[in-house]
C-alpha cells in the first residue's frame, strides 16, 4: 500500500477549489491500493472532521483581515508527533506555506519524493495584500523555492504552466486537469422549478450565475458594471458565496442600480440545489483574472451551463470561444455585449451548451487514475535516483 500525505494550509469547514481538489483525491484514492491522510490546519474548533480518509490538523490563528486563518504547526507538539508517526510513502503539498513546508521537510529526512499542485495566481495575491512590487518579488521568491524544492509539479492547464514557469519553476509543470463531483440533475425541470420557487423567480426570466468567493480578486466589481450596462433589464443575477468584500459588492450592486436584479444567496452547502442553480441559469459569469481552472467552470459544464470569460485570462485556457464557452474582451462594455449577442443566437447558444458538457466534464474517476499513475512514477524516479547517488559514493 502506498500512503500519501496531502498538505494544505486550510481545510474544512472553510470552502474553496483547492480544498474540494484535495478532498475528492483523498477519498477517492484511499481505496486499498493507496492511504491518504490530509494534514491541514485548525479553521474551527467545534467543527468535527467525518471522513473516510486520515485528517491530521495543527494549531492556527485567525486574521481578521483575510478569509483565511494563519496555521502553526511548528507550535503545535502533537502535529509534529503525528507527522512524525505517519509512515509516509509520498508528499503531496497544494500550497506553499507552514503546513505544506512541514511536509517538504518529511520528504527530505525520509528521503521520498514530494510533489506540488500549482493552483493559485501567487503574485496577484501577494501585491493585492502588500501593494508593494518589492516585497510582492520577495514572497514570490520564497514561494517558488518551496515549489522548486518538490521532485515534480502538476498544474491544470497550459496557460497556468506558463504563469508558473515565469515565476521560476525548474521545468514546465505537468498538466493534471481538474474534475467536478457534480452529476448531471436527473429532472432539469424539477430543477428549475425548485430553484424558481426558492428565489420567487418567474419561469420567463433570464438567469445568470457566479458562485465563488465574493472577494475583489474575482473581478466581482467588474461583473456589477458590465451588467448595469445591459439595455435589457429583465434579469436576475445570483451570487453564491460569502467572503470579506461582500459590503464592498452590495455598494457596487446599490451604485449602478442594481438591488433589484441581484439575489446575494450567500453560501450554498446543498449540493443538490446548487446544481439545480447551474441547471436553472442562463449563463455563468466568471470575469475572474485571478483564478487558474475554477471548479465552479466544471460544475457548471456538468449541467449544460456556459461560461463568459474574459480574454488572456487563464481560467479561460480551457475553453474555446463559442465552441465550449464564450470569451469577451476584458471591459465592461464588451462584457455586456457579449452576454447580449449569446442569448440573441439561440443555435450558438445551444451549440455551445453541448460543447461545455462534451469538452469540460470528466469523471473524478479518470482524475484519480491519473493522478496514481504518475505517483507510481514519481516514486520509482526516485528510487532510481537515490541508488545511483548511493552507487556513485
Same mark, same amino acid.
Given at each position: 500500500?502506498?500512503?500519501?500525505?496531502?498538505?494544505?494550509?486550510?481545510?474544512?469547514?472553510?470552502?474553496?477549489?483547492?480544498?474540494?481538489?484535495?478532498? /475528492?483525491?483523498?477519498?477517492?484514492?484511499?481505496?486499498?491500493?493507496?492511504?491518504?491522510?490530509?494534514?491541514?490546519?485548525?479553521?474551527?474548533?467545534?467543527?468535527?472532521?467525518?471522513?473516510?480518509?486520515?485528517?491530521?490538523?495543527?494549531?492556527?490563528?485567525?486574521?481578521?483581515?483575510?478569509? +483565511?486563518?494563519?496555521?502553526?504547526?511548528?507550535?503545535?507538539?502533537?502535529?509534529?508527533? @503525528?507527522?512524525?508517526?505517519?509512515?509516509?510513502?509520498?508528499?503531496?503539498?497544494?500550497?506553499?506555506?507552514?503546513?505544506?513546508?512541514?511536509?517538504?521537510?518529511?520528504?527530505? $529526512?525520509?528521503?521520498?519524493?514530494?510533489?506540488?499542485?500549482?493552483?493559485?495566481?501567487?503574485?496577484?495575491?501577494? +501585491?493585492?495584500?502588500?501593494?508593494?512590487?518589492?516585497?510582492?518579488?520577495?514572497?514570490?521568491?520564497?514561494?517558488?523555492?518551496?515549489? /522548486?524544492?518538490?521532485?515534480?509539479?502538476?498544474?491544470?492547464?497550459?496557460?497556468?504552466?506558463?504563469?508558473?514557469?515565469?515565476?521560476?519553476?525548474?521545468?514546465?509543470?505537468?498538466?493534471?486537469?481538474?474534475?467536478?463531483?457534480?452529476?448531471?440533475?436527473?429532472?432539469?425541470?424539477?430543477?428549475?422549478?425548485?430553484?424558481?420557487?426558492?428565489?420567487?423567480?418567474?419561469?420567463?426570466?433570464?438567469?445568470?450565475?457566479?458562485?465563488?468567493?465574493?472577494?475583489?480578486?474575482?473581478?466581482?466589481?467588474?461583473?456589477?458594471? @458590465?451588467?448595469?450596462?445591459?439595455?435589457?433589464?429583465?434579469?436576475?443575477?445570483?451570487?453564491?458565496?460569502?467572503? /470579506?468584500?461582500?459590503?464592498?459588492?452590495?455598494?457596487?450592486?446599490?451604485?449602478?442600480?442594481?438591488?433589484?436584479?441581484?439575489?446575494?444567496?450567500?453560501?450554498?452547502?446543498?449540493?443538490?440545489?446548487? $446544481?439545480?442553480?447551474? @441547471?436553472?441559469?442562463?449563463?455563468?459569469?466568471?470575469?475572474?483574472?485571478?483564478?487558474?481552472?475554477?471548479?465552479?467552470?466544471?460544475?457548471?459544464?456538468?449541467?449544460?451551463?456556459? *461560461?463568459?470569460?474574459?480574454?488572456?485570462?487563464?481560467?479561460? @485556457?480551457?475553453? *474555446?470561444?463559442?465552441?465550449?464557452?464564450?470569451?469577451?474582451?476584458?471591459?465592461?462594455?464588451?462584457?455586456?455585449?457579449?452576454?447580449?449577442?449569446?442569448?440573441?443566437?439561440?443555435?450558438? +447558444?445551444?451549440?455551445?451548451?453541448?460543447?461545455?458538457?462534451?469538452?469540460?466534464?470528466?469523471?473524478?474517476?479518470? *482524475?484519480?487514475?491519473?493522478?496514481?499513475?504518475?505517483?507510481?512514477?514519481?516514486?520509482?524516479?526516485?528510487?532510481?535516483?537515490?541508488?545511483?547517488?548511493?552507487?556513485?559514493?
Amino acid at each position: 500500500m502506498i500512503r500519501v500525505g496531502m498538505f494544505v494550509d486550510t481545510y474544512f469547514p472553510m470552502v474553496d477549489g483547492v480544498i474540494h481538489v484535495v478532498h /475528492n483525491y483523498a477519498k477517492r484514492m484511499n481505496d486499498g491500493e493507496f492511504e491518504v491522510v490530509v494534514f491541514c490546519p485548525v479553521a474551527d474548533k467545534k467543527y468535527r472532521d467525518e471522513f473516510s480518509y486520515e485528517v491530521k490538523r495543527c494549531k492556527s490563528v485567525k486574521l481578521f483581515f483575510l478569509d +483565511y486563518s494563519l496555521p502553526l504547526p511548528k507550535l503545535d507538539r502533537q502535529f509534529k508527533k @503525528a507527522l512524525k508517526g505517519a509512515r509516509l510513502d509520498l508528499v503531496h503539498i497544494h500550497s506553499p506555506f507552514g503546513v505544506a513546508q512541514m511536509g517538504i521537510r518529511y520528504a527530505k $529526512k525520509h528521503r521520498i519524493p514530494a510533489v506540488a499542485t500549482l493552483h493559485s495566481q501567487f503574485k496577484q495575491d501577494f +501585491y493585492q495584500a502588500t501593494k508593494s512590487k518589492l516585497i510582492t518579488k520577495l514572497m514570490l521568491n520564497h514561494v517558488m523555492k518551496v515549489f /522548486n524544492s518538490c521532485d515534480e509539479y502538476y498544474t491544470v492547464n497550459s496557460r497556468v504552466a506558463e504563469i508558473f514557469y515565469e515565476y521560476g519553476c525548474k521545468h514546465m509543470p505537468l498538466i493534471q486537469r481538474n474534475c467536478s463531483d457534480c452529476t448531471p440533475v436527473e429532472d432539469a425541470e424539477e430543477a428549475k422549478r425548485l430553484v424558481n420557487e426558492t428565489f420567487s423567480l418567474s419561469p420567463d426570466e433570464t438567469v445568470f450565475l457566479f458562485v465563488g468567493r465574493i472577494n475583489a480578486l474575482k473581478n466581482i466589481y467588474f461583473l456589477t458594471e @458590465a451588467l448595469s450596462k445591459l439595455k435589457d433589464k429583465n434579469f436576475k443575477m445570483i451570487f453564491v458565496g460569502d467572503g /470579506n468584500d461582500m459590503p464592498a459588492l452590495k455598494n457596487k450592486i446599490q451604485k449602478f442600480g442594481l438591488t433589484d436584479n441581484v439575489i446575494l444567496a450567500g453560501r450554498i452547502t446543498d449540493r443538490e440545489l446548487l $446544481k439545480a442553480m447551474y @441547471a436553472r441559469a442562463q449563463l455563468f459569469l466568471f470575469p475572474s483574472m485571478y483564478d487558474t481552472n475554477s471548479l465552479v467552470q466544471l460544475e457548471a459544464a456538468t449541467q449544460h451551463l456556459p *461560461t463568459v470569460f474574459l480574454k488572456d485570462s487563464a481560467t479561460s @485556457a480551457t475553453v *474555446t470561444d463559442n465552441v465550449s464557452g464564450f470569451i469577451s474582451e476584458p471591459t465592461p462594455e464588451a462584457y455586456a455585449q457579449k452576454i447580449e449577442q449569446v442569448l440573441a443566437d439561440r443555435e450558438l +447558444y445551444e451549440s455551445v451548451r453541448e460543447g461545455a458538457f462534451r469538452d469540460l466534464y470528466i469523471t473524478w474517476d479518470e *482524475t484519480v487514475a491519473e493522478m496514481k499513475r504518475k505517483y507510481k512514477i514519481v516514486i520509482e524516479q526516485k528510487k532510481e535516483a537515490l541508488a545511483k547517488t548511493k552507487h556513485k559514493k
